[in-house]
């Protein structure tokens, strides 16, 4: 029986969390059994992430790990999400800070035709708890008005949730050149111009310290690489992109 959804978790020197994150994984799959996997995709982390995940105790729910030695969180899912061949596919981080309640609604909305599932803190359900740095905020403030033109109508492009159907993450996937952390961008932007139904959904988000992103040092790479994606894109040939909607409208859609 062909897996229907596979769970790709890029990892970077998390042996701390790393337990933690395959337990409560599973848990959120365990409906699902056999039917799904978690890919847990080594960024070539120098602690005992590989080694964790290896020996984690056999569950109902696959776990397997596969290596990345380009750095950076857009390679380790680009080569997580390419190293599996289910009908559906995504990713998370390994803080979970999305809460994985959000997974049985991004199943629906898959299954009635939605091509892309967006986890988005912007929202007006999502429940978000952050303690961002004012920093950050004002950071990440500006990078969403700088994504707008690229990626029109996705309120947040970087939350760490998203899921495609097969076909769709196949098709933006293999072009996908951005390795760094504004890697969401280029691919929704490549779902969006390829035609795809991008529906955001609400979230339970909550801020876990110990994340891996400098708002000085990632935050400026991001904002250089939105320059260089709109330059890659503008050099491609597109189809035009239909619009972003809403899980709702998307669902009334294909109903």
Not at 93 to 119: E, F, K, S
Not at 181 to 209: H, K, M, N, Q, Y
Not at 233 to 254: C, G, Q, S
Request: with cysteine.
């Amino acid at each position: 029986m062909r897996t229907l959804l596979s769970v790709v978790v890029p990892v970077l020197n998390e042996e701390r969390r790393l337990p933690a994150t395959l337990v409560g994984l599973a848990y959120a799959l365990r409906g699902y059994s056999r039917r799904t996997e978690i890919v847990v995709v080594d960024n070539g982390s120098t602690d005992r992430s590989a080694e964790i995940v290896r020996a984690h105790r056999a569950g109902p729910v696959p776990i397997r790990v596969i290596d990345c030695a380009e750095r950076g969180k857009g390679a380790a899912v680009r080569a997580g999400v390419l190293g599996t061949d289910s009908t559906f596919v995504g990713f998370c981080d390994a803080d979970l800070a999305t809460n994985m309640d959000a997974l049985t609604p991004t199943l629906d909305c898959l299954h009635q035709g939605v091509n892309v599932v967006v986890g988005s803190r912007a929202h007006p359900m999502s429940d978000v708890r952050a303690r961002h740095s004012m920093v950050r905020q004002v950071g990440a403030w500006a990078f969403r008005r700088a994504v707008g033109s690229l990626v029109p109508n996705v309120g947040d492009t970087q939350c760490g949730f998203k899921f495609f159907d097969r076909d769709t993450a196949e098709r933006i996937f293999h072009p996908l050149r951005t390795t760094g952390f504004a890697f969401d961008v280029e691919l929704l932007a490549r779902a969006r111009r390829s035609g795809a139904v991008i529906a955001e959904l609400p979230v339970r988000w909550t801020d876990v310290p110990g994340s891996t992103f400098s708002p000085m040092r990632d935050g400026y790479r991001s904002f250089a690489a939105l320059r260089e994606i709109r330059e890659l894109l503008d050099r491609e040939t597109h189809v035009p992109a239909r619009r972003a909607i809403t899980a709702d409208a998307a669902i009334a859609e294909v109903a």
